[in-house]
């Protein structure tokens, strides 16, 4: 009884947490800005203190009128000081409302100039609110005003781009052209116009406009409901086809252990007994997943050549579709090469690990940026793309677009910084280190200060 009672209490507790502080309540404050803002200006127009209830109703409006004069600044503070804090789920989860869909994976500096669209948003609603109150004599006033604001708002959009999405944010450009042009026939209708017969032409005109708007919206909207649909489907296949095959039948183990000592890759043999320009492919995928699973073992490393503590580059690398191939030595001391990595580092982390990529014929030396081992476990829509190599924070190894949980047998530290990860994947199991962790901040700061030696540091290797 307790536990169900708890359980209920916890619901009630993350519905209010979540949903209703802060989202729902920044939510309506932004959708009725607009509304809101016009109401309390007729308010202030008839403010008077004569009685109690009047001056009740005055101080009311004046107070909702401070509220919604500090909104538009506040929200380009907040975003302004919490820029890492908005890729954060649980800070989603309670203030996502005032930075839907803003591209939250960009840099520092695109999202401090990404965060005040809201800004404009809620300013342009409350000189709107002013200009329809004062000057609702002046039609030609009013539409100036918004004229101008258009214009701006369609330069920034075409400048920052601070959507998440190219199609939004050219959506939005597309949106604002078509207000715009709305105003300048607007002006037509105002009291500096044409003749009511020359109004009417122009009427059907501006509903032409309005109503191919509406019809590129809708074309859009149905487009990517479509493509949601399709690729959901596609996932679910891919789900299917996977369980299928785990339930087929595994090859002999004494059969597969014959195949890894023929490529030289057993984990039990030094690299020096490799050659330089040996490449061998692997085509069974069994045994291509049963040498991932010796090479890349926490505990699985080869003897370095020599008694200096060292990091196997790999010089060449070719693949073919399906197949996995790998050529590891050990480079001559360099001093400049043993730089970038601390000694502890160097000295736990000589460990040989496979390079596994599909569908490509040759990958370069400057994709793997060479003087780090390279370890790769992607999943099947990943394997497709073209991905950039990420670094380990801490020991320098590179990690081609791999997700946390799968870095987690390699990377006992746990800190590293990923990349390619898709938005599915945020949603069901991911989830993102605290940015305000003092421990991250001073890795990140090192990664930072890595980052910058490592385009001198790798023209100096030699091959």
Request: charged share 20%.
């Amino acid at each position: 009884m307790s536990l169900l009672f708890h359980n209920r209490a916890r619901t009630i507790y993350d519905l209010l947490q979540y949903r209703i502080f802060f989202n729902s309540i920044l939510r309506s404050m932004i959708q009725s800005y607009l509304k809101l803002s016009v109401a309390t200006f007729l308010a202030l127009t008839v403010i008077t203190f004569n009685s109690s209830q009047e001056t009740a109703n005055s101080m009311l409006s004046l107070l909702v009128f401070l509220v919604l004069l500090g909104f538009p600044p506040f929200t380009i503070i907040f975003l302004s000081k919490n820029l890492l804090a908005m890729r954060e789920e649980t800070f989603q989860k309670r203030f996502s409302s005032i930075f839907l869909n803003l591209d939250i994976y960009g840099s520092l500096q695109f999202l401090s100039s990404a965060s005040k669209m809201v800004f404009l948003y809620l300013l342009r609603r409350l000189v709107m609110a002013l200009t329809i109150v004062q000057f609702s004599q002046y039609t030609f006033v009013q539409i100036f005003t918004q004229i101008m604001w258009s214009t701006g708002i369609i330069f920034f959009y075409g400048k920052v781009q601070p959507l998440n999405e190219p199609l939004l944010n050219q959506l939005e450009i597309f949106n604002e052209g078509t207000i715009l042009i709305c105003l300048y026939f607007n002006l037509l209708f105002s009291e500096i116009g044409s003749t009511p017969g020359q109004k009417y032409q122009l009427g059907w005109i501006l509903i032409g406009i309005i109503s191919v708007n509406i019809v590129v919206n809708w074309v859009l909207l149905l487009k990517r409901v479509v493509t949601m649909v399709f690729q959901t489907i596609k996932e679910k296949w891919e789900k299917v086809k996977i369980h299928q095959a785990k339930k087929e039948p595994v090859q002999s183990i004494d059969r597969t252990n014959t195949k890894l000592e023929k490529t030289k890759l057993d984990v039990s043999k030094s690299v020096d007994h490799i050659p330089k320009e040996e490449g061998v492919f692997v085509e069974s995928e069994i045994e291509q997943q049963e040498i991932i699973k010796k090479s890349q073992g926490p505990t699985k490393y080869l003897t370095p050549i020599g008694t200096q503590k060292q990091t196997p580059t790999p010089l060449k690398s070719a693949f073919k579709q399906g197949s996995y191939s790998s050529i590891f030595t050990f480079p001559k001391p360099n001093t400049n090469l043993q730089q970038r990595f601390d000694p502890q580092v160097i000295e736990t982390k000589d460990k040989f690990t496979i390079e596994a990529v599909q569908n490509q014929e040759f990958i370069s030396k400057t994709q793997l940026l060479q003087q780090s081992p390279v370890v790769t476990e992607l999943l099947p829509h990943q394997q497709h793309r073209n991905l950039n190599l990420t670094p380990n924070i801490l020991t320098g190894a590179y990690y081609q677009d791999m997700l946390p949980h799968q870095q987690e047998d390699h990377d006992p530290y746990r800190y590293y910084a990923t990349s390619g990860i898709l938005p599915h994947q945020q949603k069901e199991e991911l989830q993102v280190t605290n940015p305000k962790d003092q421990p991250y901040k001073s890795l990140l700061a090192e990664y930072v200060e890595r980052r910058r030696n490592i385009g001198e540091q790798f023209n100096m290797l030699n091959f």
